[in-house]
């Protein structure tokens, strides 16, 4: 009988170790997509288009310019991430990534699509400490 435990304990137990682990490491992985995703949205929402304030157009973003920053704050966070989604509309930015991630115990064939969802909006300040 002890050797029946012997061997069919380890079988049921593995899968189960393995499971929590790549369950660890999948969710860890998923929350650093998650801030890297919600950092490149913010900084992509203070790129402020220069030009347009200057020639009196109020406070608008440069979209081009959010964009390429938005990407590169991405990949110095998270470099196997990728953008899936951008879009500037008015001073709201929303950032869509994803990040395929492989297994940490390659017991489960294939890998696993994170995806992240980030929205920022820029506001404009107060000119004076009076002006509120």
């Given at each position: 009988m002890l050797a029946f435990f012997a061997l069919v304990l380890p079988l049921v137990?593995?899968?189960?170790?393995?499971?929590?682990v790549d369950v660890a490491v999948l969710s860890t992985t998923a929350a650093a997509?998650?801030?890297?995703?919600?950092?490149?949205?913010?900084?992509?929402?203070e790129q402020i288009d220069v030009g347009a304030v200057r020639?009196?157009?109020?406070?608008?973003?440069d979209p081009p310019q959010a964009s390429r920053v938005?990407?590169?704050v991405l990949?110095?966070?998270?470099?196997g991430a990728s953008v899936d989604f951008?879009?500037?509309v008015g001073l709201k930015v929303t950032l869509a990534a994803s990040e395929r991630v492989a297994p940490a115990l390659p017991l489960w064939p294939g890998s696993v699509?994170?995806?992240?969802?980030?929205?920022?909006?820029l506001v404009s300040g107060y000119d004076s400490p009076s002006s509120l």
């Open positions: 137990l593995f899968p189960v170790i393995t499971y929590a997509l998650q801030a890297a995703t919600a950092q490149a949205a913010e900084v992509a929402a020639a009196g157009a109020g406070l608008t973003l938005a990407a590169q990949l110095e966070a998270e470099p951008f879009e500037v699509t994170l995806h992240a969802l980030a929205t920022a909006v």
